[in-house]
T-cell receptor, first 117, second 111 residues
Framework: DTEVTQTPKHLVMGMTNKKSLKCEQHMGHRAMYWYKQKAKKPPELMFVYSYEKLSINESVPSRFSPECPNSSLLNLHLHALQPEDSALYLC????????????????FGNGTRLTVT | GESVGLHLPTLSVQEGDNSIINCAYSNSASDYFIWYKQESGKGPQFIIDIRSNMDKRQGQRVTVLLNKTVKHLSLQIAATQPGDSAVYFCAEKTGFQKLVFGTGTRLLVSP
């Protein structure tokens, strides 16, 4: 089992809905990430939080809004999504943020399978 | 070979064989590499990592080899089992930049 927990596992939403994805880790990691993964493709980075501050936004549309309430929690707020936003949304954490000299692997949750109708 | 469109490169092996999954990375300045395993319906699972000051690292039933001269990374799985069937991604990191994932290879293990 993964040490990064994501809820819900599946989500179906209409284009006018507002929903949130949640992620939690208790490994004491100081960096948390949101990735988007389409079928048969590698994960694509969306956002990085380092020490609870947004450090990387990969030019993600504003209909995706991340939030990091504390060092263990990461949310992704969704509003007015498009059908092409349907994908697996993965949360990850790492002991060391990307901008540091030290190296540590990312640990992923099992994702939320999002379908936008 | 490289994936085209929606088709992942696939490696098919028999149970008990050794598997070798290859990855060509793009940036000669990359200094950290990770292999991930992704099973259907799950997130990527960390397998093993290696820093650029090493050329080989071993884990439990897995070995990663790094050839910086030709920018090549490989994952060797000994005595492959049906539970090893998954998509395997290599990922590289350069300096302070983000982790970049390769396109992935599907491993199919027949009993």
């Amino acid at each position: 089992d993964t040490e990064v927990t994501q809820t819900p596992k599946h989500l179906v939403m209409g284009m006018t809905n507002k929903k949130s994805l949640k992620c939690e880790q208790h490994m004491g990691h100081r960096a948390m990430y949101w990735y988007k993964q389409k079928a048969k493709k590698p994960p694509e980075l969306m956002f990085v939080y380092s020490y609870e501050k947004l450090s990387i936004n990969e030019s993600v549309p504003s209909r995706f809004s991340p939030e990091c309430p504390n060092s263990s929690l990461l949310n992704l707020h969704l509003h007015a999504l498009q059908p092409e936003d349907s994908a697996l949304y993965l949360c990850a954490s790492s002991q060391v943020p990307p901008g540091r000299v030290e190296r540590s692997p990312l640990h992923f949750g099992n994702g939320t399978r999002l379908t936008v109708t | 070979g490289e994936s085209v469109g929606l088709h992942l490169p696939t490696l098919s092996v028999q149970e008990g064989d050794n598997s070798i999954i290859n990855c060509a990375y793009s940036n000669s300045a990359s200094d950290y590499f990770i292999w991930y395993k992704q099973e259907s319906g799950k997130g990527p699972q960390f397998i093993i990592d290696i820093r650029s000051n090493m050329d080989k690292r071993q884990g439990q039933r897995v070995t990663v080899l790094l050839n910086k001269t030709v920018k090549h990374l490989s994952l060797q799985i000994a005595a492959t089992q049906p539970g090893d069937s998954a998509v395997y991604f290599c990922a590289e990191k350069t300096g302070f930049q983000k982790l970049v994932f390769g396109t992935g290879t599907r491993l199919l293990v027949s009993p």
